[in-house]
């Protein structure tokens, strides 16, 4: 053997010894940078304020957070809050405030660690499972680690991830996110052959339950075990069947899961029920439901490619058409989809299951069960997203495995390279721009003004934002722009009325508030800002009635309690005036 053949075999020799350690930096470098990166994309959200986006209801507005003694456990663990049971995560908003008061910049700071976290977590997800779909122990190098860390960042940084993260009030996702990327690697930990199998198993089940608790709308992730388990699991379905002996422990397992899938979907339901905000058949049909959950599924995809144009509210037509083209359209997408999905089945396993997944994490917040006023949110990506970046992932580590073994070879290979960096500056830039809109109330209300001018939510909130900040009659403008788009938008002629009271035209004021109330006669602050341009004219039994109304719709109205105690000290009954005077600083505190 010559001097050059053994020098050559020597190198190759140090190469492989040196290689685990070089694994290892990787193994322990990628989930730094890809924590580094999300926290650099999302760094403007630690100037943000809290915005009046429910915001202002949850922490602003609402005392009954601020703390963690026995009351507030109390109230976090039993109150359906504007129509969610999210316990778990009042108990992270109490922290918040026993740590940082009223600063907004402490309850982005925890939003904005947690989502790093879940990029780390997901990382790591990532690894698991192109691990187990790769046939090949010789296929699992450094570019298996790039392409999870890929993958991680397209999840991460992608702009439809700024709603969740920038957003105060949706620190539910990040949290329910965090315990949802938990439970899934704890259940892929308990189905590798170890003696801790079991361990694992039901440490899963815990870390489900904490999930549940901050969101529900995890729930279908006893669905999601099942698509891992036919794919990349390979325990269900193929050699193993539908309905073996081990296909049947297969579904044992998921019976806990069920059950408290099942129980936490029943406390949503109560939650949405006491809030009133379901949509009933009347006001979207069967047919329309279909429509409008056809047009999320398209639509979220159309984001996840194209992340442009995106706004805090995409407001659902007064009316839905199911024959409009947007809808036929988000039809014939879906199907297609579907079908392209199924002929690639054997060839690309993984696009079955992601598009399965995709379809069962966002069905609780499609059209089939209408919530709110919102035809799409982007928040809601935030699980639904999860899978097309392990695509992506994967994807990225196919071209790379390609173009290496291509005749180009280096070429190839750095191009593919450099079209990964690309897409991962891109998102990061675009998100980082997103992530000021949420900046305060004004930037975001104006943003989502400039991608739907008619928008009655946005033109209303819009004109508050400008009231609040003495623009009276450009909010008046705005108001009028709201009602002309919806006439019966009660919330509209309520603050028309509070600026026209401002003004000094008590009489014009009066009668928005009339128009209100016929709309919606459940309109406390309409009879509690009534009343109060009736204590400025001197009639003061008028003005208790109408404070005494908004108290009887809601008992709790700090404004109410205030201005009830202020109008019976003006009548001289001063003990009653104290109890309320009382009970509304008690309210604000």
């Keep these: 053997m010559s001097r050059k053949r053994k020098s050559r075999e020597l190198e190759v020799q140090a190469a492989v010894k040196a290689s685990p350690s070089a694994q290892r930096w990787v193994r322990w470098l990628a989930p730094l940078l890809v924590a580094l990166f999300t926290l650099t994309a999302f760094l403007p959200t630690l100037q943000n304020q809290f915005v009046a986006w429910d915001d202002d209801k949850n922490f602003l507005d609402n005392p009954r957070y601020r703390g963690l003694g026995w009351a507030h456990l109390r109230w976090m663990f039993t109150a359906f809050h504007l129509g969610h049971y999210i316990p778990l995560t009042w108990v992270t908003f109490g ?35 192109l691990t187990l779909a790769l046939p090949s122990a010789a296929e699992r190098d450094h570019a298996l680690v790039v392409s999870a860390g890929f993958a991680a960042l397209v999840f991460a940084i992608h702009p439809l991830r700024v709603e969740s993260v920038a957003w105060v009030t949706e620190r539910r996702d990040v949290l329910s996110g965090l315990f949802y990327l938990l439970t899934i690697l704890e259940y892929l930990r308990a189905c590798e052959p170890e003696k801790r199998g079991r361990w694992w198993y039901w440490l899963s089940v815990v870390t489900f339950v904490c999930a549940l608790l901050s969101k529900s709308m995890v729930v279908n992730l006893p669905v999601v075990l099942l698509i891992l388990d036919v794919y990349p699991l390979r325990r269900l ?15 044992v397992e998921k019976i806990p899961f069920v059950l408290l899938a099942a129980a936490a979907s029943a406390i949503a339901f109560m939650a949405q029920f006491s809030a009133q905000t379901a949509a009933s058949l009347a006001q979207l ?20 490619v194209v992340p442009v144009n995106l706004s805090p509210l995409y407001e659902l037509p007064p009316t839905v058409n199911p024959g409009a083209l947007p809808f036929i359209l988000s039809y014939g997408l879906v199907l297609a989809i579907t079908a392209l999905v199924l002929v690639l089945r054997r060839r690309v396993p993984g696009l079955l299951a992601t598009w399965l997944a995709y379809i069962v994490v966002l069905l609780p917040v499609l059209g089939i069960f209408q919530i709110g006023l919102q035809i799409a949110a982007d928040r809601y990506t935030y699980l639904a997203g999860l899978g097309w970046a392990i695509l992506a992932g994967a994807g990225l580590l196919s071209c790379w495995r390609t173009s290496r073994g291509s005749k180009t070879g280096t070429p190839a290979a750095l191009l593919v390279a450099g079209v990964a960096i690309c897409v991962v500056v891109g998102l990061g830039v675009l998100t980082w721009n997103q992530v000021q809109v949420w900046r305060d109330s004004e930037r ?7 991608i739907d001018p008619d928008s009655p939510v946005a033109q209303n909130n819009f004109g508050y934002e400008l009231d609040r900040r003495g623009k009276l009659a450009e909010a008046i403008d705005h108001y009028r722009q709201a009602l002309r788009i919806k006439p019966d938008y009660a919330l509209a002629h309520t603050n028309w009325g509070a600026a026209l009271g401002r003004q000094g035209k008590p009489a014009e004021a009066i009668d928005h508030y009339r128009q ?27 003005a208790i009635e109408h404070f005494q109304e908004a108290l009887r719709i809601k008992p709790d109205d700090a404004l109410a309690h205030t201005n009830l105690g202020l109008a019976l000290t003006l009548q001289g009954k001063l003990a009653e005036a104290f109890e309320h005077l009382q009970r509304g600083a008690k309210a604000k505190k």
Excluded: C
């Excluded at 700071?109 to 997901?122: E, K, P, Q, R």
């Excluded at 975001?444 to 400039?450: Q, R």
């Design 95 to 129: 922290m918040d405030h026993l740590l940082w008061g009223m600063k907004p910049v402490g309850y982005h700071l925890t939003s904005l660690l947690l989502h790093a976290a879940n990029a780390v977590l997901f990382f790591s997800l990532v690894r698991r499972i």
């Design 237 to 251: 379905g193929g050699a193993i069947g539908w309905w073996s002996e081990p296909a049947r422990r297969v579904y």
């Design 285 to 304: 049909s069967v047919l329309g439901r279909l429509a409008v959950s056809a047009y999320g599924l398209s639509f979220y995809l159309g984001k996840l």
């Design 444 to 450: 975001l209300w104006a943003h989502a003004l400039a």
């Design 516 to 542: 209100a109330l016929r709309i919606k006669p459940g309109d406390a602050l309409a009879h509690t800002n009534w009343g109060v341009e009736l204590a400025q004219q001197g009639k003061l039994a008028e």
